[in-house]
Nanobody, 114 residues
């Protein structure tokens, strides 16, 4: 599967962005999809995990602010990010776990700055 993320950009602190990730095939049978982020010099961290049954998990730093969702008809997952702060600045990547393999899409840059 190929994944294409979009929606990044520059936003002021306290603002919102919605990231999209379009898959090259149906995501109906993909149980786990989500988002990670990476800043230069640091390891990529998983920030949001969404299961096909609706279960979601978030890293503590984004709980209550980020929401992961999926639209099966559009083969797309989303990351709604609210109340952004400068510490959220990173390249955001979507991923899909299929069997024992993890597939990452290309990243989209989110910059939170005044």
């Amino acid at each position: 599967v190929q994944l294409q993320a979009s929606g990044g950009g520059l936003v002021q602190p306290g603002g919102s962005l919605r990231l999209s990730c379009a898959a090259s095939r149906s995501i109906f049978n993909i149980n786990t999809m989500g988002w990670g982020r990476q800043v230069p010099g640091k390891q990529r961290e998983l920030v949001a995990i969404g299961a096909s049954g609706g279960t979601t998990h978030y890293v503590d730093s984004v709980k209550g602010r980020f929401t992961v969702s999926r639209d099966v008809a559009k083969n797309t997952i989303y990351l709604q990010m609210n109340n952004l702060n400068p510490e959220d600045t990173a390249v955001y990547y979507c991923y899909a776990r299929i069997d024992e393999s993890l597939y990452w899409g290309q990243g989209t840059l989110v910059t939170v700055s005044s």
